[in-house]
């Protein structure tokens, strides 16, 4: 390794360390040593059990010896030789690169930009301190002589902290990583401080006599500010070429690669701070950058190589280390070690101490016992070791023995990664950081129950079949059986468990949402539900709120953090009050007045608006002439000529207009500035003129000279010609913004409902699952409501975002059934690459789709109403009995306890349902748990159908339906829809319940059916799902074997054998084998099990049994009078007729 900068003569290279090669080099073989090198840190790395600083240790040593030989044998000094001739900034450049972005790509940007200030001020602490005290240290007690600089220089190398292995032990005992992030991210800003002082160490060498305090400052400008900047721009590229739908994995892996040495030598070759556009990077992508499984890959890649240069540094600089001189290896340079280890802990002490009250104030999860485990977070690593020779490289006095200060940095960076490291494991767990809080261990307890009640309901199922009728169950179910011992619990001092308050509960419980909203909005990105910039939106506003205790994000907290638009629309507002509508008013001349008939043809003429323009532009070069003073003392006649000309011709202009506008002339902006404008020119003129007559006032020429600047205002008209342009550009970001904010909404109630599905999970008191359902509910409601009122503002937008999601779900359901070919071996390989490019091309063509789709007419709405099916016949007959409805905001749609008059299919707007609890046809009083008198609420927009089942049912309505927005729906009477199922019965009625009882069921048992392909349509093609009609004492017998879920969506029934009552919305348990009705009217959706292909005409019997029943007064037992009936009937639709509609309507 060779000194970069200083030459001892002129023949001979400068070796930092070791000697030069005074003989035929000839092959090196330096390719094998690193080969080795890397083998060997392999097999340290098996059989050391990953621990890192014994495999770097060895190999520092291992190095070391192999330097020392290299002094006694040539031929392995020709070995090295390529290393010690090698400039240490091309060792920087070449291992720094890959472990700054590595480090950079670990860290939360969200929770670093949180603590962004008090990180930079932890950073800055900590490098002054460094500077004083070990600088102080070096001075002190080092034997060789060193001055100021090389002790500046060597504090400086020694204040990074290794952004790498910093943190890794905290990572095996599951630490908070927030405060792992302020770890990291304070030593990356460490990291790219001491980057910019070395390079303008470096700049000053190289330019010593162009180097002063302005080409320092320019430098530092670019090295901050240019290089985050060329890093963002290089983020936005990487972002844009991993989401590319047709790239494949290795080619993205190349490109991660080649682009972050990319980055880096560009940025350094433009003068700026290659590390600091790197950590930039690293920092703007996250999990959404990639796509879906690259990202662990990619990971994974970059992670092997940072991994092989750590191996290879500390193998190298062993090497240089013991190419030097053994003379200066004395028993001094151990004790001057331990001082720097020593005083190195006491900056890290009080720098924490200096900045803790910060973060305290800051974080309420930091306090003193993360202060001491931070302390003891000082540890150095490759970048020490990279910057160790520029000690030697960039100081002015050279040391003697510069091999002994890569010396105390590689032993300083070894004792701190071996002893910091244990400390801060050890204190961590002393201090009880690792231990899992009560909240968090009954979480844990809740999903091992979970998981282990799921492997007895399948082994359960299993039991069942024929196959596996010879198992030893017993055995499978002691194999089976979970015994997890929750790690670091925490116990209370006299050893028993503690119990949780209901504010911790709710405070563990609040996390665990936020946790499960991050992974619902990353899941709905990854199935393109949901745009990448509205995910990271999502993720970004969780995270910033998720320090804030006690805090559960709203939909109105997400505004706020994007920002609202009122801006834009405040400013389209004034563009279109100052749009220029050019209005020809009717001009009736008096008598027969020719010429002011002409004046008015001319003046709305196109010729006469673009004269205008040619007017005002024209006016460009003399106003340049009359700033510029030079041509302006040149050519005074002339300006004085033109000015006149124009104002002649601007007053021309303006008495045209005012005699044929006359009064209407100031009511339009544009003319009254135009006026303005012709006075402020006429007092010009004046001015002039009287300059002229009386050149010896000053105060007259000084206030000629102020006016004669207000000239530059005669370009203000040209600016209408702009604002159109303006308003389409604002339009289209308003359109952008609401497009943006539907999708975010969107987003946040998708998952508000997939977290309200886990809340059981997150906690099992009731106080605590029904305060987070509450919570969950009332943000639902929050952003539903912001839904409507958005497509109401924008509802063209809205319906090109609908479409879109359309067409995404349609494509992503045909991949799903192209995979599903293509693993059975259907379609081999070479097919299958290229129906998936179709597929891919389909859904990069989305990106095309225009912004906003103008709103159908509302009689196309009517095939938005699935029972229609969208079949002709059915839409034409109620087309022509359906009306417009119109409502203002707070008018009453329907009120509760009323009769149903029809029902209403919203075309545009937003209404609010108000009502009780839905009864699902129980009265309140029989269902158990139905005390509360909370309201329940409901919001309702475009496409969404108010009042389907009570019409159904002929019932009063059990909510209150107000508009909050102008409302216009399609209302089809009570009399056209009976009329309607007598004319198309049974299968019309029959629709609609299987409408109602789809929706009840994935709205109230969405977990349980994952999986289950229950859309509206498929379910009446392919009888997937129907619906059972069960009336009072009827009794229907239930056949696990073909039924594989049986859910009560309407009424209640009771468990024959049990006794057991079912009340609507409920799913009947496997265990259940009869049914009977207790209310009037019982409704159940029935999902059928999968069948084999040979069985698919088969017969499927249902048993329904009337029953006459009474019931003594006994707790249990019923005396039965049975009446048998048998119905029996196909897998065509089981309640509905296959009669051709066509035949019906005629009928």
Not at 12 to 37: K, N, P, S
Request: proline share 3%; glycine share 4%; net charge neutral.
């Amino acid at each position: 390794m060779n000194a970069s900068s200083i030459k001892k003569d002129d023949t001979q290279m400068d070796i930092l360390c070791g000697r030069a090669a005074i003989y035929h080099q000839g092959e090196t073989h330096f390719t094998m040593l690193v080969c080795f090198i890397i083998v060997l840190g392999g097999f340290l790395r098996a059989c050391a059990k990953n621990s890192e600083v014994i495999v770097l240790s060895i190999l520092s040593l291992s190095g070391f010896v192999l330097g020392q030989l290299a002094h006694r044998f040539v031929e392995i000094h020709r070995i090295i030789y390529p290393l010690l001739k090698t400039p240490s900034f091309s060792l920087y450049c070449y291992f720094l690169p890959i472990i700054i972005f590595v480090a950079a790509l670990d860290v939360d940007f969200y929770i670093l930009k949180n603590v962004f200030w008090q990180v930079l001020l932890t950073g800055s602490v900590s490098l002054f301190l460094s500077l004083t005290i070990i600088g102080y240290v070096a001075m002190r007690f080092s034997k060789e002589i060193w001055d100021l600089q090389s002790c500046m220089l060597f504090s400086i190398t020694l204040s990074i902290i290794d952004p790498l292995h910093s943190v890794n032990s905290l990572k095996t005992v599951g630490v908070s990583k927030m405060n792992s992030d302020i770890i990291r991210g304070e030593s990356l800003i460490i990291c790219a401080i001491t980057s910019i002082v070395i390079e303008l160490f470096r700049k000053k060498i190289l330019h010593s006599f162009t180097f002063t305090e302005i080409y320092a400052f320019i430098n530092l400008f670019l090295d901050v500010f240019g290089s985050i900047t060329c890093g963002y721009v290089c983020a936005r590229i990487i972002q844009f070429v991993f989401i590319d739908l047709f790239g494949n994995t290795l080619t993205n892996v190349i490109l991660c690669f080649s682009m972050v040495y990319m980055t880096f030598y560009i940025v350094e070759v433009f003068g700026m701070s290659g590390i600091i556009a790197l950590i930039t990077v690293g920092l703007n992508l996250d999990s959404l950058s990639f796509k879906p499984r690259n990202e662990l890959i990619i990971t994974k890649f970059l992670i092997m190589f940072s991994s092989v240069y750590h191996q290879l540094i500390y193998t190298f600089f062993g090497i240089v280390i013991g190419c030097g001189q053994t003379k200066y290896f004395k028993i001094h340079s151990v004790v001057f070690i331990l001082i720097l280890f020593v005083s190195l802990n006491i900056v890290r002490l009080f720098t924490i101490v200096l900045v803790s009250p910060i973060f305290m104030h800051s974080s309420y999860e930091y306090n003193w016992r993360w202060g001491i485990v931070i302390t003891w977070s000082g540890i150095k690593g490759v970048f020490n070791l990279l910057l160790a020779p520029e000690v030697y490289n960039l100081s002015e006095t050279k040391i003697r023995s510069p091999h002994l200060c890569i010396l105390y940095v590689q032993m300083i960076s070894l004792l701190t990664m071996g002893i910091n490291s244990y400390m801060m494991t050890q204190s961590a767990r002393m201090l009880g950081l690792c231990s899992i809080s009560l909240p968090r261990q009954m979480a844990m307890r809740n999903a091992i129950q979970h998981i282990q009640e799921i492997i007895q309901n399948t082994i359960t199922l299993f039991k069942t079949e024929k196959i596996l009728t010879n198992v030893n169950w017993t055995l499978v179910e002691e194999k089976t059986r979970i015994e997890y011992i929750i790690p670091f619990s925490h116990v209370s001092q006299n050893g028993e468990q503690e119990s949780p308050t209901d504010e911790d509960l709710t405070e563990e419980a609040r996390l665990h949402v936020a946790i499960i909203q991050m992974s619902s909005f990353e899941k709905q990105c990854n199935d393109g539900i949901l745009s990448v910039s509205a995910a990271r939106i999502l993720i970004g506003a969780t995270k910033s709120y998720c320090p804030i205790q006690g805090k559960f994000m709203s939909i109105y907290d997400v505004s706020n953090y994007v920002r609202s638009r009122s801006w834009l629309v405040k400013f389209k507002r004034i563009l279109t009050c100052l749009e220029y509508h050019k209005e020809k008013p009717h001009f009736i001349p008096s008598g027969n007045n020719k010429f002011l008939f002409t004046i008015y043809q001319i003046m709305f003429s196109e010729e006469f608006e673009y004269a205008e323009y040619i007017i005002t532009l024209m006016y460009i070069c003399p106003m340049i002439v009359h700033l510029w003073p030079i041509a302006r003392e040149l050519n005074v006649s002339a300006l004085l000529s033109i000015n006149y000309y124009f104002m002649l011709l601007y007053a021309l202009q303006a008495a045209l207009k005012i005699i044929i506008l006359k009064r209407k002339y100031f009511q339009q902006c544009w003319n009254t500035l135009e006026f303005f404008i012709l006075v402020i020119g006429l007092v010009d003129v004046f001015c002039v003129y009287s300059v002229r007559l009386r050149p010896e006032n000053i105060l007259l020429i000084q206030v000629t000279v102020v006016i004669g600047y207000f000239r530059i205002i005669r370009f203000l008209p040209i600016t209408k010609v702009i604002i159109p342009v303006l308003i389409n550009i604002v339009d289209v970001l308003i359109k952008k913004r609401l497009s943006l904010m539907y999708s975010i909404t969107k987003g946040y109630v998708k998952s508000q409902e997939d977290t309200k599905l886990l809340i059981k999970q997150i906690s099992s008191r009731e106080s605590i699952y029904q305060k987070l359902y509450d919570i969950l509910e009332t943000n639902r409601r929050d952003a539903v409501k912001e839904l409507g009122l958005i497509e109401h503002e924008g509802r063209d937008v809205v319906i090109a975002l609908k479409s879109k999601h359309a067409i995404q779900t349609v494509i992503h359901k045909a991949q799903k059934n192209l995979t599903f070919l293509w693993s059975r071996g259907i379609i081999d390989n070479h097919e299958g690459i290229e129906m998936n490019k179709v597929l891919l091309t389909k859904i990069k063509a989305l990106n095309n789709i225009p912004m906003a789709i103008p709103p159908p007419t509302p009689d196309k709405y009517l095939p938005n109403i699935v029972w229609l099916q969208n079949k002709e016949i059915l839409i034409e007959f109620f087309k022509e009995r359906a009306k417009l409805a119109y409502f203002d905001y707070g008018d009453i749609i329907c009120k509760e306890g009323e009769m149903p008059q029809g029902i209403y299919l919203i075309i545009s707007g937003m209404a609010i349902l108000h009502s009780s609890p839905p009864s699902f046809g129980i009265d309140n009083t029989l269902r158990p748990g139905r005390e509360s008198k909370s309201m329940f609420t409901e919001f309702c927009t475009s496409g969404d159908i108010i009042g389907e089942l009570n019409c159904l049912l002929k019932r009063e309505i059990e909510y209150t339906a107000i508009c909050e927005t102008t409302l216009q729906a399609c209302f089809i009477s009570l009399e056209d829809l009976y009329e309607g199922f007598d004319v198309f019965w049974p299968s019309l009625e029959y629709k609609i319940w299987l409408k109602l009882a789809l929706r009840t069921a994935s709205q109230y048992f969405e977990s349980s059916l994952v999986g289950e392909d229950l859309t509206f349509q498929k379910c009446v093609d392919h009888n997937h799902a129907y619906v059972e009609t069960l009336s009072s004492y009827n009794e229907m017998v239930i056949d696990n074997a073909t039924m594989k879920f049986v859910i009560i969506v309407y009424g209640s029934v009771i468990d024959m054998k049990t006794e057991e009552s079912y009340f609507a919305p409920s799913m009947i348990p496997k265990t259940c084998e009869q049914l009977l009705g207790t209310s009037d009217l019982s409704k159940l959706l029935i999902i059928l099990a999968p069948e084999p292909a040979n069985n698919i005409n088969t017969n499927t019997t249902v048993t329904v049994r009337k029953v006459l029943c009474t019931r003594p007064e006994k707790s249990h037992g019923h005396t039965y009078l049975k009446i048998h009936l048998k119905i029996n009937f196909q897998l065509a639709p089981p309640r509905c007729h296959t009669k051709d509609l066509g035949v019906l309507s005629k009928e």
